[in-house]
T-cell receptor, first 112, second 118 residues
Framework: DAKTTQPNSMESNEEEPVHLPCNHS???????IHWYRQLPSQGPEYVIH???SNVNNRMASLAIAEDRKSSTLILHRATLRDAAVYYC?????????????FGTGTSLTVIP | DTEVTQTPKHLVMGMTNKKSLKCEQH?????MYWYKQKAKKPPELMFV???????INESVPSRFSPECPNSSLLNLHLHALQPEDSALYLC?????????????????FGPGTRLTVL
């Protein structure tokens, strides 16, 4: 089953861009790449997802490598409210619990 | 309304107690989930209901008993828990049931119930 690898922690200065990497070398052709984040004392919240093409929304951008073995979540201007644990997750069609596996995530610290 | 609500926010119970956690969503979502999250760890899937039927049970001990009375409501009944069951219990929902569309679907999470077992 496809899994993801992320750095345990990263730091960023406030108002600077942040690039959060995720490796998923065993991704299959039908796996969607999802990003969620969990702010302190809250449930996870959806950030963005994509399949093959880069994606943008009001929260972030998702850059997907051409071979799809890695992706990068881009926060264009980090704010203190972006301090959270960011999870990169692969989702596929299926009726098993593996597609809801979160992985260890990256804890982002934003420095004022 | 994109909100998933969970009650209670906090729960303290003894090992012989019976209690229930409640989760509600009014977004018309057809899949609902229970996750368990220990401190500084990622959420771990426990159960998935799809179209009000239990579809995934991740080998959860029988002292946790889920129930989906209707499409908007999900309960987790607790009985004879152990102190190691103390954790944050998260509920989530998503629009699709466990169909081909689930891969691109978005999960909406509630704030969780902080459970302490004494």
């Amino acid at each position: 089953d496809a899994k993801t690898t992320q750095p345990n922690s990263m730091e960023s200065n406030e108002e600077e861009p942040v690039h959060l990497p995720c490796n998923h070398s065993t991704i299959s052709g039908t796996d969607y790449i999802h990003w969620y984040r969990q702010l302190p004392s809250q449930g996870p919240e959806y950030v963005i997802h994509g399949l093959t093409s880069n994606v943008n929304n009001r929260m972030a951008s998702l850059a997907i490598a051409e071979d799809r073995k890695s992706s990068t979540l881009i926060l264009h201007r980090a704010t203190l409210r972006d301090a959270a644990v960011y999870y990169c997750i692969l989702r596929d069609v299926g009726n098993t619990g593996n597609q809801f596996y979160f992985g260890t995530g990256t804890s982002l610290t934003v420095i004022p | 309304d994109t909100e998933v609500t969970q009650t209670p926010k906090h729960l303290v119970m003894g090992m012989t107690n019976k209690k229930s956690l409640k989760c509600e969503q009014h977004m018309g979502h057809r899949a609902m989930y229970w996750y368990k999250q220990k401190a500084k760890k990622p959420p771990e899937l426990m159960f998935v209901y799809s179209y009000e039927k239990l579809s995934i049970n991740e080998s959860v001990p029988s002292r946790f008993s889920p129930e989906c009375p209707n499409s908007s409501l999900l309960n987790l009944h607790l009985h004879a828990l152990q102190p190691e069951d103390s954790a944050l219990y998260l509920c989530a929902s998503s629009q699709m049931g466990l169909t081909s569309g689930i891969a691109a679907d978005t999960q909406y999470f509630g704030p969780g119930t902080r459970l302490t077992v004494l």
